[in-house]
T-cell receptor, first 117, second 117 residues
């Protein structure tokens, strides 16, 4: 089956630093990837839609200068949290849409836990 | 804009019994997809079942089935013969099928299911 990986699975960084999270589709091409944020016991909140070779589309209320998204290839999208602060601590999940099949397939990565101290 | 509502924050069921999780949604579109995702403690999102709105027949996947009521905009999930491994947070999700749609998912708030031995 289609697999999406995320790296790192857990990261701790100091306030004011930047951290990059990678999302890779391992066995399919993903022209579209999605980035979500999830707080404990809450739902997934879509942050942005990432399209290969073009600028990401951010959801209302998401700071595009703080959460930089790059989708440079058909198998890789990155989320960079710039100048991280403790309130950015959260669980970040990516998903990738597989257009190679029926187009219905959307596969989720295992998530990245970010802790900002 | 589309919305998805899960009104049951928590549910519990005895092992081997049946439980139904509720989901309602609001949309002005006629063509769309509905999904149920499971998020166990590992936090990996797992697709449980999906339903195309144009299909009148309710989807079934082994012990999981849905009751799709398009006019009422209701999409409930029934889990039969509940197992301890079914304990997780369950999310109902909506995806538009209109052309140009990126395929983003709109999630409900989630229902935490506890399975008692």
């Amino acid at each position: 089956g289609a697999v999406v990986s995320q790296h790192p699975s857990w990261v701790i960084c100091k306030s004011g630093t930047s951290v990059k999270i990678e999302c890779r589709s391992l066995d399919f091409q993903a022209t579209t990837m999605f980035w979500y944020r999830q707080f404990p016991k809450q739902s997934l909140m879509l942050m942005a839609t990432s399209n290969e070779g073009s600028k990401a589309t951010y959801e209302q209320g998401v700071e595009k200068d703080k959460f930089l998204i790059n989708h440079a290839s058909l198998t890789l999208s990155t989320l960079t949290v710039t100048s991280a602060h403790p309130e950015d601590s959260s669980f970040y999940i990516c998903s990738a849409r597989d257009f190679g099949t029926t187009g219905l397939g959307q596969y989720f990565g295992p998530g990245t836990r970010l802790t900002v101290t | 804009a589309q919305t998805v509502t899960q009104s049951q924050p928590e549910m519990s069921v005895q092992e081997a019994e049946t439980v139904t999780l509720s989901c309602t949604y609001d949309t002005s579109e006629s063509d769309y997809y509905l999904f149920w995702y499971k998020q166990p403690p590992s936090r990996q999102m797992i697709l449980v079942i999906r339903q195309e709105a144009y299909k009148q027949q309710n989807a079934t996947e082994n012990r999981f089935s849905v009751n799709f009521q398009k006019a009422a905009k209701s999409f409930s999930l029934k889990i039969s013969d509940s197992q301890l491994g079914d304990a997780a947070m369950y999310f109902c999700a909506y995806r538009s099928r209109t052309s140009g749609n990126t395929g983003k998912l709109i999630f409900g708030q989630g229902t935490t299911l506890q399975v008692k031995p």
